[in-house]
């Protein structure tokens, strides 16, 4: 073998134990990732159980808030409620008591009606029922006289003619 040969195959030689040893530096390298990323895992799973542990309390606060707001919401509301019907239930019988007269009125009222209907119905057999308009130009008193029954006078006076007025 002559001289070069030999540098090329200590040459050779230095690079495949180069590459062995950069072999070996790859392979650490990689276990240091694979255990950096385990401890990182790990340790981000302390802190973040480490956070909730502290939030916990403020999440039960929070919540048992949250049931008295709702519980006072509710109260809230149905005091409002109530005070709506009691404010309607007021205003109607406000408005009952000023339009409608008392009892006493409206018995008054109803024995007046019926009093004035037996007038009107007085007034009916008598004769209430003749229809009277004003005649002429001077619209006088005239009456809706009935034919058919005939005219009458006044015994000794024969200028005086009465007729039976329509609906009498």
Known sequence: MDDEARKIGMLIAAFDEEHARLQSAIEALSRSGTQLRLEVKSAAREAVDTALAGLHPHIDRAGKTLVDIQRISLWRATWQHVMVAVV????????VWWYVPPLSEISRLQTERDQLQASIEGLNKRGARMKLFGCGPTKRLCV???????TFGVDGNKEDLYMIAKGY
């Open 88 to 95: 309607a239930i007021a205003i109607t019988l406000l408005a």
């Open 144 to 150: 809706l006289v009935d034919r058919t029954a005939g």
